[in-house]
């Protein structure tokens, strides 16, 4: 990553950029002060700055944070609290974020990917299918415990 020096002045308007144009977290912000070698006083005065001003919300960004990776990204919770971790964002603000996923289309988005992947593993037989499907959906995020309500659900409802 390209270091430079910027003065505090300029570093709190590129920060307001950066803010307008999506949500970003604090620690995304203090790692952008850094590379812009700008001194930790300076950045806590400029994070306070941007937080009275409302360009950074912790809230706001485990909410969009949170949608984006499901819908777009198709990422289970397991991944998306993570991800959140990852951003040193509060438990209190993961929950919220979390809760914009309404059950039951995440259920219905769990079943449709398990379809979906399901016609990969087509040829092999059905023990090692539901292996991999369950692996592959672990490892996307989704519970292991929906995942195995899902497949075992999904398997008896067929016979």
């Not at 003065?7 to 307001?16: D, R």
């Not at 307008?20 to 806590?44: C, F, N, P, T, Y």
Request: contains cysteine; glycine residues 6%.
């Amino acid at each position: 990553m390209k270091t430079t020096t910027v003065t505090p002045e300029k570093a709190l308007a590129n920060a307001m950029k950066l803010c307008a144009r999506q949500e970003r977290s604090h620690h995304e912000i203090r790692m952008k002060l850094h590379v812009w070698r700008i001194g930790s006083a300076d950045a806590e005065k400029i994070i306070a700055e941007l937080i009275a001003l409302d360009f950074l919300n912790e809230e706001r960004f485990a909410r969009a944070f949170a949608r984006g990776k499901f819908r777009i990204l198709g990422w289970g919770k397991n991944k998306i609290k993570k991800g959140l971790a990852f951003h040193r964002i509060s438990e209190k603000c993961i929950e919220k974020g979390l809760s914009e996923i309404d059950e039951k289309v995440y259920r219905q988005a769990l079943m449709s990917l398990a379809r979906k992947k399901e016609q990969e593993y087509a040829g092999d037989e059905e023990s090692m299918m539901l292996k991999k499907l369950s692996q592959f959906l672990y490892l996307r995020g989704f519970e292991s415990e929906l995942i195995h309500d899902i497949l075992f659900t999904r398997n008896t409802a067929d016979e």
